[in-house]
Nanobody, 123 residues
């Protein structure tokens, strides 16, 4: 079992930055691929970023590439999403999720989810 708790969301002006954190508890955090997904009102949940269990590899949706950076600190059981150059279309609830050694942009591949944190970007 892995429990995930996101934090760091808030209200920011367009062009600003936020850093989301996702703290994990449970066993073998370092064996889990961590994904970030987001869901805007009236839209389906969409992939944002993946970081592999070693932190060696990261993957990003085209819409955030070059602006968002995922990282992880396995000693702290925490994964981060640094978001720069925020746009109004980034407004959504952001979720972190854990998948045991499976690298996937498909939300159904993830076993554990946090409760989400709201990011609102004002234009």
């Amino acid at each position: 079992q892995v429990q995930l708790v996101e934090s760091g969301g808030g209200l920011v002006q367009a062009g600003g930055s936020l850093r989301l954190s996702c703290a994990a508890s449970g066993r073998a955090f370092s064996s889990y691929t961590m994904g970030w997904f987001r869901q805007a009102p009236g839209k389906e949940r969409e992939f944002v970023s993946i970081i592999t269990w070693t932190g060696t590899n990261t993957y990003y949706a085209d819409s955030v590439k070059g602006r968002f950076t995922a990282s992880r600190d396995n000693a702290k059981n925490t994964v981060y999403l640094q978001m720069n150059g925020l746009k109004s279309e980034d407004t959504a609830v952001y979720f972190c999720a854990a998948s045991y050694k499976l690298i996937s942009t498909f939300s159904g591949s993830y076993d554990y989810w946090g409760q989400g944190t709201q990011v609102t970007v004002s234009s």
